[in-house]
């Protein structure tokens, strides 16, 4: 089974979360509702797909790896290119 590992971004920039589904769709279906206590204050958000693995304890492995420091620390460095682009292209 594929697993996908995903980073959500609030719309306001001031919160993100890493999970990981094998039925994506149907996830972030649930952060929308608000069903998801860490993510339900996000009102909006916006989904980035971060990997793929084939097996429960890789994904599970990595997304512990995204929730720490130094996953969070590339993150940033993502998030930063992402703002970046989006103001260049907007201005």
Partial sequence: MQYI???LISENQKNSYVGFSHDISSRLLYHKKGKVKSTQDFEKFRCFHLEDVDTLQ????RECYWKSAVGRKKLKRYFDK???IN???NG
């Fill in 82 to 84: 992402i703002i970046s």
């Fill in 5 to 7: 590992i995903y980073w």
């Fill in 87 to 89: 103001n260049s292209s």
């Fill in 58 to 61: 890789k994904a599970r492995n």
